[in-house]
């Protein structure tokens, strides 16, 4: 893998913030000719360390306004069992992330649904139905302080 000079970072920096930025648009910002910054783009696509771009929606204006952290303990740990959960847990749409986690629980996942019925209903349906569960513990979030996707580079 190839070490990222400041250029580098400066096109992460700048496509984290918005991703829409055409080469053309970097190459000033960065006062770098096209041809550079779109054979670095190109390279950070192709290395991996842009995996991918993104929309990012505002769950509120779309009527997902109950955003929920579930911690999931497991009755059974062995590596089937665990293989069986993380393959159902990414098939449900509403969870949004999935954290296999140390301490009193295996999994912590973050869940989005429109309002408390919806979730005692995904609750009930969706997570209720999966084997090998032990116990769920729901934290749900009263107001969120801060929240990003830019990593620091």
């Known amino acids: 893998m190839h070490t990222l000079d400041d250029t580098d970072r400066a096109i992460l920096r700048y496509l984290q913030q918005d991703a829409t930025l055409k080469t053309r648009e970097l190459s000033s910002m960065l006062n770098l000719s096209y041809t550079p910054v779109y054979e670095r783009v190109r390279r ?3 290395e991996g360390i842009i ?3 993104v929309a990012l929606v505002d769950r509120d204006k779309i009527g997902r306004k109950l955003m929920v952290f579930c911690n999931i303990a497991l009755k059974e740990h062995s590596r089937a069992m665990g293989e069986r959960f ?3 847990i990414r098939a449900i749409p509403e969870v949004l992330e999935c954290f296999n986690i140390s301490g009193d629980y295996d999994f ?5 649904v429109n309002d408390m019925p919806e979730y005692q209903e995904f609750l009930m349906q969706k997570l209720g139905s999966l084997e090998n569960i032990g116990s769920a513990h729901s934290l749900f979030v009263m107001g969120e302080i801060k929240t990003s996707t830019e990593l620091t580079v």
Not at 108 to 112: F, H, N
């Open 44 to 46: 950070l696509e192709k």
């Open 86 to 88: 993380v393959e159902a």
């Open 51 to 53: 995996k991918k771009y």
């Open 108 to 112: 912590l996942l973050k869940i989005v």
